[in-house]
């Protein structure tokens, strides 16, 4: 499947901004069951610096340093991308999930994507114990690790509610999972505290979920949102598996892969530093659609910057 993918995220600052260094993490990459066809990155006001590196994790970073005093941020990403429905292999031919963290501990390869990053403690997921008590019924002995996974993705779906005003970036993963409230990243981060405290390693993915208006109803622009999931690890013949607690489903040809780490820090799409008082407010519109419903058409690589950024 062919996707077309707009990102618009715009920034108002209360006060002028003078001077800006931000981390752009907005570019999906291509591997596995995705291709990267075209990406561009537009920005306004244009930066005086701008630079494109490939992180620890293999996500595409961009650099930008901004000079010119501004009271607005608009970043406008779009991609073309090519998405194979992920390989799903039946639960009952994955390893017992005692086994597999009994293997996921004797792993020697040190790259980014190697399990042995995702089983400890990270900066925003801490391991707490009512979490792996949660997480634990989940996998009795003997079940497969993708079946306990499952297993617990329905539960969180099941249990918990989607709520955009309970949680906020900041919140603590133990806070979310007290309320039983959150967003894609609250579950997401929960579900990967309650992996890692049995010792299975689990990433977080940040990306886009391609969603489909009710019967009879045009679809809206801007009405997709960045989404999140967890990747969990089933070996080494099964690799690494994606489950939506949101949705309570297995990954599929739908979910478009951004940027792969930890957890939500390694993976924030803008961070940075402003120069700057008072707070600001923040703005996102995505739409991911079939390529041959987009317009304008596809977009061709290209690292240079546009001085007309585009409309949300």
Not at 207 to 233: F, I, K, S
Not at 257 to 273: H, I, K, N, Q, T
Not at 281 to 310: I, N, Q
């Amino acid at each position: 499947m062919m996707f077309a993918v707009r990102q618009v995220t715009t920034y108002q600052y209360a006060s002028l901004v003078p001077f800006a260094r931000h981390t752009l993490r907005l570019t999906p990459g291509s591997g596995g069951r995705q291709e990267v066809l075209g990406s561009t990155i537009t920005l306004d006001p244009a930066p005086h610096e701008r630079s494109e590196t490939v992180d620890f994790f293999g996500n595409r970073v961009t650099h930008i340093v901004i000079e010119r005093p501004h009271r607005t941020l608009l970043v406008a990403s779009e991609a073309e991308v090519r998405v194979e429905p992920p390989a799903a292999p039946d639960p009952a031919d994955c390893p017992a999930w005692t086994a597999l963290r009994e293997a996921a501990g004797a792993v020697r390869d040190g790259s980014g994507r190697s399990p042995i990053h995702h089983i400890y403690p990270s900066r925003l997921v801490p391991l707490h114990p009512d979490i792996r008590d949660y997480a634990q019924a989940c996998f009795p002995d003997g079940r497969s690790v993708l079946a306990g996974g499952i297993a617990l993705t329905e539960r969180i779906k099941a249990e918990f509610v989607y709520d955009p005003q309970a949680t906020d970036v900041t919140t603590p993963t133990a806070e979310a999972f007290a309320m039983r409230r959150g967003v894609c990243q609250d579950f997401a981060q929960v579900m990967i505290a309650g992996l890692r405290a049995l010792g299975l390693p689990a990433a977080y993915v940040s990306g886009y979920l391609r969603t489909e208006p009710l019967p009879g109803h045009p679809r809206l622009a801007g009405a997709d949102a960045t989404h999140a999931w967890v990747a969990l690890w089933c070996g080494e013949e099964a690799g690494w598996q994606g489950l939506d607690p949101t949705n309570g489903v297995r990954v599929g040809a739908d979910h478009i892969e951004l940027a792969f780490g930890r957890d939500y820090a390694d993976v924030s799409p803008v961070d940075g530093v402003i120069v700057a008082s008072g707070g600001h407010t923040l703005s996102v519109s995505v739409d991911v659609v079939p390529s041959e419903e987009a317009t304008p058409p596809a977009v061709k690589e290209t690292a240079g910057v546009s001085p007309r950024p585009a409309r949300p």
